[in-house]
């Protein structure tokens, strides 16, 4: 019966972990979507990759996912940049650009 229970809830906590990473990394996509618009780059791929996962305190102090993806981007069309998001929790806390080239 332990055995069972202890499934259940793990599997409820795999679920919740998977269900929130993407909630993340979706807000990660419009973030890096926005970033690159503003900056007159393309954003290539339309997605994010996962880079880094820890635990880190709020500035509540309370302790959350600290995510961090990297996308691809373009200045020029012929070469391909990388950035860096930084996720706390659902929230954008850093975006990060490689040196690119001005076209």
């Known amino acids: 019966m332990i055995d069972n229970g202890f499934t259940v809830l793990l599997l409820c906590?795999?679920?919740w972990f998977w269900w929130d990473g993407r909630g993340a990394a979706e807000r990660a996509?419009?973030?890096a979507q926005q970033s690159c618009e503003q900056a007159d780059l393309v954003f290539l791929n339309d997605t994010v990759g996962w880079k880094k996962l820890r635990l880190k305190r709020n500035k509540r102090g309370?302790?959350?996912f600290q995510r961090t993806y990297f996308f691809e981007f373009?200045?020029?069309?012929e070469r391909r940049y990388q950035g860096e998001i930084i996720m706390l929790g659902q929230h954008v806390t850093d975006i990060n650009l490689d040196a690119y080239r001005v076209s």
């Open 13 to 15: 906590g795999l679920a």
């Open 29 to 31: 996509i419009k973030a």
């Open 62 to 64: 309370r302790v959350q």
């Open 74 to 77: 373009s200045s020029d069309m």
